[in-house]
């Protein structure tokens, strides 16, 4: 499905504070698979989903989505089969805009903007029952700006709005990271039902070991710029805290690294 | 009293001029609160509409054709500021600066390397003069003018609405939103700024019509003037009129507001001199004080986006 082969990057190449951020990663998803990342600060994970996603070009190697090379295509035309929720809940929606119409932007995900009218009464109709799922009192609001929401609304709503148009991959980027710990749970839980309704295969990084191991079938730790551990299907469901923290240090050969991780969730 | 009568004196041509200054607030709101893009082409795209609408009206063009012209010469100085800034990677600002510049040269090259052509309405059929606008008649300038904004508001509610018009509002409300939703962010920049200076440009036309002139010094200033519509129809009308075609409405009666206070201002004793400099400051006190009112409540601003 998605096809990630010898792909490195470093910033500020040249200089001093040059950092490679990813060096030499291959990963490959299958279809349907929840994969949870997790990893101290600076250990890649964020610029792998960038990566994905298409925030910049990569130094080399090559990235696939279902036999498509798409490692030169530009973002927006990578956001018509990959969609993102971010970690700053304000980067997901237009404030400026009105709850439905950020909806219709959403369901034309990746296709032309035309002259055609840019919300459908049909759609609204849609996006109320849809909003109601959410359970969060939006379809009442469906004409409110996006601006007065709660940042647990506005991630809620970006997760709707990243399922809306089915895509191939979801990548979920500490999405829970800046919410309170009760709205990142109902997040959280909401974003497995959403993975779960539409089949998504998804890529979740997250600050929290607990959850890295709770959801999902297959979870990756990466560190300075490496995938360390792979760890799938039964395996993964009989994980613990202490487990990870133990292969973590064996693997990476360090010892106080681990508390550099358990400090950082 | 000698003042208010006056003051209703100079009511018609206050509102005629408010209403053209008025479309071009409406191309400054697109890109300054649409498109979240400063935009200082506007200072010649101004001169630009004029200069190729009175040369080509000169020329025996019909005056539909000469304006539908200086729309698009608008939206041709939009598009070089466009690609300056997402092309070029050149910040907003400088870019429509540059393009700004350049259009000082290319407005007297338009005008034969005159500063000022002068067209008069009665060799010409102009749409608008401010000789007809005591007239009782359609060839009141009030009237024309009236029809004209409110078609153009309608056409704007219009565009806006279409999936294009919303990708455009999207861009500039949060464009990384806008990139994940697979929109082309630089192509919507560059359609915003040429829809704005087609706008600019055709407030030009219209009022190097009214005028009876076109002058390569016409526009300067007017991306403050703008601003200042922009800030009074929000101030006094943004609680009131929420939908959007109200919000460029208010952008217009904030022109004509602006025009009616400086009518009333000169006719108090203010020397026409300093009237530029009465604009700014009162521009920089309107869009500082939001400012400060953030700084209050949030003692630290966040971080800037990387």
Known sequence: MLEIKNVSKTFYPGTINAKTALDNVSLTLNEGDFVTVIGGNGAGKSTLMNAIAGTFAVDQGSICIDGRNITRLPAYRRAAF?????????????????????????????????????????????????????????????????????????????????ALKKPQLLLLDEHTAALDPRTAMKVLTLSQQIVEEHHLTTLMITHNMKDAIAYGNRLIMM???????????????????SDLLKRFAMVSGEEEVSDRLLLSH | MNFFASLLNSLPSASAQGMIWGIMAIGVYLTYRILDVADLTVDGSLATGAAVCVMLIKGGMDTGLAMVCAFMAGMLAGAVTGLFHTRCRIPAILSGILTQLMLYSI??????????????????????????VRVVGWNNPLIVLALFVALLIVALYWFFGT????????????RHMAQAQGINTDVNVVLGLMLSNGLVALSGALLGQYSGSADVNMGRGAIVIGLAAVIIGEVLLDKLFRAFALKLLAVIIGAILYYLVLQAVLLLGLNSNDLKLMTALVVAIFLTVPNLKGHLLKPRAKGKEA
């Open chain 1, 82 to 162: 990959i969609s993102r929720v971010f970690q700053d809940p304000m980067m997901g929606t237009a404030p400026t805009m009105q709850i439905d119409e950020n909806l219709a932007l959403a369901a034309r995900r990746g296709s032309f903007h035309g002259f055609k009218w840019g919300i459908t009464k049909a759609e609204k109709e849609q996006y109320y029952e849809e909003l109601k799922k959410l359970q969060l009192g939006l379809e009442t609001r469906m004409t409110s700006k996006v601006g007065l929401l709660s940042g647990g609304q506005r991630q809620a709503l970006t997760l709707l709005m990243a």
């Open chain 1, 223 to 241: 560190d300075n710029g490496h995938i360390v551990l792979d760890i799938s299907g039964a395996e993964k469901k009989q994980l613990t805290v």
């Open chain 2, 107 to 132: 407005n007297l090259r338009i005008m034969s390397n005159k500063a000022n052509t002068p067209i008069s309405v009665d060799k010409y059929p102009l749409l608008v003069s401010s000789r007809y």
């Open chain 2, 163 to 174: 999936e294009r018009g919303c990708s455009i509002r999207a861009t500039g409300a949060n």
